[in-house]
């Protein structure tokens, strides 16, 4: 089920599809790109509720020479001295890295967003930003568990495998589809 199906959210904007985390859900590597050591440390005060292990970089090269390391998102500001986060976005793609980026920037413009876009970003947070929207953003691009193969989020059935209903829950899903083209 895509919760884009039905609402138009664009990671880009810094609209995403999830409310209300739950921050012990949260859990896993996350690689924190920063050169402000006062950002580092709000942003390990907002997670420390949560199950994540936060992996902080002071810059784009410290981020690069750390890429070797097993993380499952990167999290980074775009202004930073030498390297903006931009370039590192692109130059971690070009070294093979494939989890989820998403850039952080006080610059909320239709074109930062275009170009977090084009560098290979997966979505874009601009500051200032709640702890509700961080969470939000870490639970949409894979941060969570468990989690729909889309990358739209943890958007699955609760019914246990033995519940006759179960069944049903494909037919549900196409029904919403048809739904929402006829609301659109």
Same mark, same amino acid.
């Given at each position: ?5 039905? #609402?138009? *959210?664009n990671? +880009?904007?810094?609209? +995403?599809?999830l409310?209300?985390? %739950?921050p012990a859900?949260l859990?896993? @590597?996350?690689?924190?790109?920063? %050169? ?5 440390? *709000?942003i ?7 199950? =994540?292990?936060v992996?902080s ?5 410290? $981020?690069?020479?750390?890429? !070797?390391?097993? &993380?499952?998102?990167? *999290?980074s500001? #775009?202004?930073m001295?030498?390297?903006?986060? &931009?370039a =590192? $976005? @692109? $130059?971690l793609? %070009? ?7 998403l850039m ?6 239709? @074109? ?5 876009? $084009?560098?290979?970003?997966?979505? &874009?947070?601009?500051?200032p930003f709640?702890?509700?929207?961080l969470f939000s953003a870490?639970?949409e &691009?894979?941060l969570?568990?468990? #989690? ?9 059935? @609760?019914?246990?495998? !033995?519940?006759p209903l179960l069944?049903l829950?494909? !037919? +549900? ?9 006829s609301i659109?």
């Amino acid at each position: 089920l895509s919760v884009r199906e039905y #609402v138009d *959210l664009n990671p +880009f904007e810094g609209r +995403f599809s999830l409310e209300n985390i %739950d921050p012990a859900t949260l859990r896993g @590597t996350l690689l924190h790109v920063d %050169d402000s050591a006062m950002d580092r440390r *709000l942003i390990r005060h907002m997670l420390q509720d949560t199950g =994540l292990n936060v992996i902080s970089a002071e810059d784009a090269q410290a $981020a690069i020479a750390r890429c !070797e390391e097993s &993380f499952d998102m990167v *999290l980074s500001d #775009v202004q930073m001295k030498g390297m903006d986060g &931009f370039a =590192l $976005a @692109t $130059a971690l793609r %070009d070294k093979g890295v494939q989890v989820p980026i998403l850039m952080l920037s006080a610059e909320n413009s239709a @074109t930062t967003g275009e170009r977090a876009q $084009a560098c290979g970003a997966n979505g &874009f947070i601009p500051k200032p930003f709640t702890r509700e929207v961080l969470f939000s953003a870490l639970g949409e &691009f894979r941060l969570l568990a468990p #989690v729909s193969s889309d990358g739209c989020g943890p958007i699955y059935s @609760t019914l246990p495998a !033995e519940n006759p209903l179960l069944k049903l829950v494909p !037919e +549900f899903i196409d029904e919403l589809k048809q739904t929402a083209s006829s609301i659109t």
